[in-house]
């Protein structure tokens, strides 16, 4: 609804005139903003989860006449994300491949799926397993899940990324108000002029020029009431560095809530503990596709945790990211 509200077109005949003061109205910039910081957060976190975990002795496919590897990051975005991957070896294809898929039908005693239907990623232009349909019976086929339930991390990342632009649009919106707004009371008369004076403010210009005869005949119509916002950037921001502390804490880094020093001994056992559990139901779903495939098909695929990927999350400073932050919209 935010994305089809323009001021302008609202105000019909009358945005012939220079309404806007600058390129764009605050809403729709506003919301654009809002799109924009979404995506960037919402990406940022599907990198995350997708280089939790580096996989090793991949086979090879061909890409016309080269033969490539299989990409670790392929392998670790489809389970983390979809929740769940299939490894089969097809008589329409020459070698193993592995793919998205979707449980169809029932499980067997052991919670293992029976019938499954292939979909391919990336809008593939290669139909040949799009929309397939493979029995156990018929098809070989090892079935890989991201956890205990083979579900994906993109509903947590969904509503993470929400919480994180929200705080952070809030923050930028109490930073941007410590310019003092002022609300004026008009009257109907003056409707039109107000409404180009406060755009042009908002547009943040230096000089506003004034014309005779255009709604401004009488000051005295005018009533001014300036609002006094308290500044609260700090506690959004710091809400902001919690809610994605605890998304790497979900996902099994140990990126502490609390500085160390400000725990105690048991806290941060059962914090550490409490990680530690969630990156082995990770962990110990691949180590047993790797064996499933291995032991199918006679590879020697193996995975482990990305050691360099995670210290680099562990280490970073985002007390050091939120004054950086801050510091850009108190700047705005």
Same mark, same amino acid.
């Given at each position: 609804?935010?994305?089809?509200?323009?001021?302008?077109?609202?105000?019909?005949?009358?945005?012939?005139?220079?309404?806007?003061?600058?390129?764009?109205?605050?809403?729709?910039?506003?919301?654009?903003?809002?799109?924009?910081?979404?995506?960037?957060?919402?990406?940022?976190?599907?990198?995350?989860?997708?280089?939790?975990?580096?996989?090793?002795?991949?086979?090879?496919?061909?890409?016309?006449?080269?033969?490539?590897?299989?990409?670790?990051?392929?392998?670790?975005?489809?389970?983390?994300?979809?929740?769940?991957?299939?490894?089969?070896?097809?008589?329409?294809?020459?070698?193993?491949?592995?793919?998205?898929?979707?449980?169809?039908?029932?499980?067997?005693?052991?919670?293992?799926?029976?019938?499954?239907?292939?979909?391919?990623?990336?809008?593939?232009?290669?139909?040949?397993?799009?929309?397939?349909?493979?029995?156990?019976?018929?098809?070989?086929?090892?079935?890989?899940?991201?956890? =205990?339930? &083979?579900? $994906?991390?993109?509903?947590?990342? !969904? #509503?993470?990324?929400?919480?994180?632009? @929200? /705080?952070?649009?809030?923050?930028?919106?109490?930073?941007?108000?410590?310019?003092?707004?002022?609300?004026?009371?008009?009257?109907?008369?003056?409707?039109?002029?107000?409404?180009?004076?406060?755009?042009?403010?908002?547009?943040?210009?230096?000089?506003?020029?004034?014309?005779?005869?255009?709604?401004?005949?009488?000051?005295?119509?005018?009533?001014?009431?300036?609002?006094?916002?308290?500044?609260?950037?700090?506690?959004?921001?710091?809400?902001?560095?919690?809610?994605?502390?605890?998304?790497?804490?979900?996902?099994?880094?140990?990126?502490?809530?609390?500085?160390?020093?400000?725990?105690?001994?048991?806290?941060?056992?059962?914090?550490?503990?409490?990680?530690?559990?969630?990156?082995?139901?990770?962990?110990?779903?691949?180590?047993?596709?790797?064996?499933?495939? =291995?032991? &199918?098909? $006679?590879?020697?695929?193996?995975? !482990? #945790?990305?050691?360099?990927?995670?210290? @680099? /999350?562990?280490?970073?400073?985002?007390?050091?990211?939120?004054?950086?932050?801050?510091?850009?919209?108190?700047?705005?």
């Amino acid at each position: 609804m935010l994305d089809s509200y323009n001021v302008n077109e609202t105000l019909g005949i009358l945005s012939r005139k220079n309404l806007t003061g600058t390129k764009h109205d605050q809403l729709n910039q506003r919301a654009r903003l809002y799109s924009l910081i979404y995506d960037n957060h919402f990406n940022f976190l599907r990198n995350i989860v997708s280089g939790r975990h580096v996989w090793k002795n991949l086979p090879k496919y061909s890409m016309g006449k080269v033969e490539r590897q299989i990409r670790s990051s392929f392998i670790e975005f489809q389970l983390s994300f979809q929740g769940s991957l299939c490894c089969c070896k097809l008589d329409e294809l020459p070698v193993v491949i592995f793919t998205p898929c979707t449980v169809e039908g029932l499980y067997n005693i052991y919670g293992d799926p029976t019938n499954l239907v292939l979909s391919p990623p990336f809008g593939t232009s290669d139909t040949t397993v799009l929309g397939k349909h493979i029995n156990i019976d018929e098809t070989v086929f090892i079935y890989g899940r991201n956890d =205990n339930l &083979a579900t $994906g991390f993109q509903p947590y990342i !969904e #509503e993470t990324a929400h919480l994180l632009t @929200s /705080l952070l649009m809030s923050a930028f919106v109490n930073a941007n108000a410590q310019k003092f707004p002022t609300m004026i009371k008009s009257s109907k008369n003056q409707k039109l002029s107000m409404d180009i004076l406060t755009n042009k403010v908002d547009g943040w210009e230096d000089y506003i020029v004034v014309k005779d005869g255009e709604g401004w005949d009488s000051v005295k119509d005018h009533e001014i009431f300036n609002r006094q916002i308290p500044y609260k950037g700090n506690e959004l921001l710091q809400t902001y560095e919690k809610i994605y502390n605890i998304f790497l804490s979900r996902i099994g880094v140990n990126n502490l809530l609390e500085k160390q020093e400000r725990m105690l001994v048991d806290e941060v056992n059962t914090n550490n503990q409490s990680i530690r559990v969630s990156e082995s139901v990770y962990l110990q779903n691949r180590i047993e596709f790797c064996k499933g495939v =291995n032991d &199918a098909f $006679g590879l020697s695929i193996s995975v !482990e #945790e990305n050691s360099g990927f995670v210290e @680099s /999350l562990k280490n970073l400073d985002v007390e050091k990211r939120v004054d950086e932050i801050k510091g850009v919209l108190l700047d705005e």
